[in-house]
């Protein structure tokens, strides 16, 4: 493969011609399907295409080349994404990302049914996943093994997505717990980001089981501390840079690690003031940035870089218990300190 840059533009050419296709195909169907079909464009238009990076080097890892069905069974994952981040953005009506109106926030911005033309599009998603999978061209024997991780993947992202909810709901003024936050970011993120993929890729060419298990070593750390990076990006990050809001977390009182660590550390005022911003859906950019400082100077903020470091240091040893093609070692060595590194 080349650079990330020209993968990048490999798996976009296949989501690209995709789009075209199944364009021609809804709007035969109907004329007034325009709306979806430009909805499922701007679904795909963007993205780092990690996921699909993942599956990738998991096939490679396991000894086999560079092809064009390889590119397809990995673009399939970025759809995968593409269907969880409509759904998820609908459950916590973010209504920016990658710097455009999220799906459902533009239906409403059109005078339609915001929630249940978005919900729809998720769902085409997920069907359109499954169908770029198996049309790869891989030869239907490889595609046989993955039928149990597919099943798989789904179950523990929507497992993910479903204690999140609960627990958001559950939580009231109860202080959230580093661990179930982390239980929630392994399920949500972890497993459906990294370990997953590699999994999917590695299976597809027929990799040993000592190789999924150094995966499971590498991605299950690894998507923790993409998670945890997430989390800082929603708190901290730069709206300009990050193309989403840095107060949908703090107004949603998400369980995060970075919360937890903080009501963890916070003396009495400092909780009173958390009672009063965190989980205020019209808290405004003044009182965020009162609880940022408060983050900052109870350590919290520090706590989670060092857990995030800590994670791609475990994650970067789990590769070196196995062997694997040395190109595929180095792009995951790359891949472990990029996945997590973002800027804020």
């Not at 550390?265 to 940022?292: H, I, M, T, Y």
Request: charged share 25%; aromatic share 4%; hydrophobic share 40%.
């Amino acid at each position: 493969m080349d650079d990330h840059s020209g993968f990048k533009d490999r798996i976009n050419e296949v989501l690209v011609r995709l789009a075209d296709e199944e364009e021609q195909e809804l709007l035969h169907l109907h004329a007034e399907l325009s709306p979806l079909t430009e909805q499922l464009r701007r679904s795909l238009a963007r993205g780092k295409r990690i996921r699909a990076a993942f599956l990738y080097w998991g096939w490679r890892a396991a000894g086999q080349p560079d092809c064009e069905g390889v590119i397809r069974a990995a673009a399939a994952m970025e759809l995968v994404h593409a269907a969880a981040c409509t759904h998820d953005d609908i459950i916590d009506d973010s209504r920016m990302r990658h710097g455009q109106l999220t799906a459902h926030a533009a239906f409403a911005a059109a005078g339609r049914r915001s929630t249940a033309l978005a919900m729809i599009l998720g769902d085409l998603l997920m069907g359109y996943a499954g169908h770029l999978f198996t049309t790869c061209g891989l030869p239907g024997g490889y595609l046989a093994r993955t039928v149990p991780l597919w099943s798989t993947l789904l179950r523990e992202t929507m497992a993910g997505e479903f204690l999140e909810v609960l627990r958001t709901d559950a939580a009231g003024g109860r202080v959230p717990q580093v661990a179930q936050s982390l239980e929630v970011a392994r399920y949500k993120t972890a497993k459906y980001t990294v370990e997953r993929p590699l999994h999917l890729g590695a299976t597809l060419g027929g990799a040993p089981r000592a190789l999924l298990d150094a995966f499971s070593g590498y991605g299950l750390p690894l998507g923790e501390a993409f998670q945890l990076r997430d989390d800082l990006l929603g708190t901290f990050g730069d709206p300009a840079t990050t193309g989403k809001s840095n107060l949908d977390d703090l107004r949603d009182a998400k369980p995060t690690a970075l919360l937890a660590l903080t009501l963890a550390a916070a003396d009495e005022d400092d909780r009173r003031l958390l009672a009063k911003l965190v989980g205020n859906p019209d808290l405004g950019q003044e009182e965020a940035s009162s609880v940022r400082t408060l983050m900052e100077r109870c350590g919290a903020r520090r706590q989670v870089e060092d857990m995030i470091r800590e994670r791609i240091t475990q994650a970067r040893g789990a590769l070196e218990r196995v062997p694997m093609p040395v190109e595929a070692r180095s792009a995951l060595c790359e891949l472990a300190d990029t996945a997590a590194e973002r800027s804020l």
